[in-house]
């Protein structure tokens, strides 16, 4: 995440650039009007949060695997979402009673087109991960609270444990406290209180260890 770059919506088709690189105004603008989401959920000036904000302002926190990838145009054929089916193995906050969810990203590629958001990093097939999804009540330019913050992936180590790692791949060693966010735009999307390591002896957090941190913070432990 780059905090000097624009925030850019851009078609393309065939290599060639058909739409336009807005300002920065001027795209929040239009985002907000056709998508009704806060400006902390745009691209290049998502803003930093917490990892108790989002586990209190997520309205779903789940663990799941991506069953599937798709982009489709809206009816009206003025934009591209692409969807994203999940298999849900383990539900960590929320109310959801079905085994699988589809969440719906902006942006995506049909046939020869192209629109594409700045920052934006869609989960990919087969992913196993652990997903803070704002809510289920309206689409958003983003789904996950905070953008890649939101993210976490799931790998296995060589001893057949499954460990949990951000979006871009750093190990997460812990979560600790976190005071309230200050306002700064998010450089790496990774959440104040998720403490990571680039150190291959690291381990990292198991799964199991990492979702019964988020229920303790759920429950208001500190």
């Known amino acids: 995440m780059k905090p000097s770059s624009s925030v850019?919506?851009?078609?393309?088709?065939g290599g060639r650039n058909l739409f336009l690189r807005l300002s920065r105004q001027l795209c929040l603008a239009l985002l907000i009007l056709?998508?009704?989401?806060s400006a902390t959920s745009f691209a290049s000036v998502v803003v930093q949060t917490t990892i108790k904000e989002m586990m209190d302002a997520s309205e779903l926190v789940f663990e799941g695997q991506v069953l599937d990838v798709v982009s489709k145009f809206d009816l009206d054929g003025s934009q591209i979402h692409t969807y994203v089916t999940f298999q849900i193995s383990d539900l960590i906050k929320g109310n959801y009673s079905q085994p699988k969810i589809e969440?719906?990203?902006l942006g995506g590629?049909?046939?020869?087109?192209?629109m594409e958001i700045s920052d934006m990093h869609l989960p990919v097939l087969g992913e196993k991960g652990i997903?803070?999804?704002?809510?289920l009540q309206r689409r958003q330019v983003h789904p996950f609270y905070g953008w890649d913050q939101g993210h976490f992936v799931i790998k296995t180590d060589g001893g057949g444990i499954q460990r949990v790692r951000t979006r871009n791949q750093f190990k997460v060693i812990g979560i600790g406290s976190a005071g309230p966010r200050r306002i700064?735009?998010?450089?790496?999307?990774?959440?104040?209180g998720v403490v990571i390591s680039e150190d291959p002896?690291?381990?990292g957090m198991s799964v199991s260890e990492f979702k019964t941190r988020l229920r303790e913070i759920n429950r208001g432990q500190p």
């Open 131 to 135: 997903y803070f999804v704002e809510t």
């Open 34 to 37: 056709v998508n009704l989401q």
């Open 103 to 105: 969440l719906s990203f």
């Open 109 to 114: 590629s049909v046939g020869g087109l192209t």
């Open 8 to 13: 850019k919506t851009r078609f393309t088709s």
């Open 201 to 203: 002896k690291e381990k």
């Open 184 to 192: 700064q735009i998010s450089k790496d999307g990774i959440a104040r």
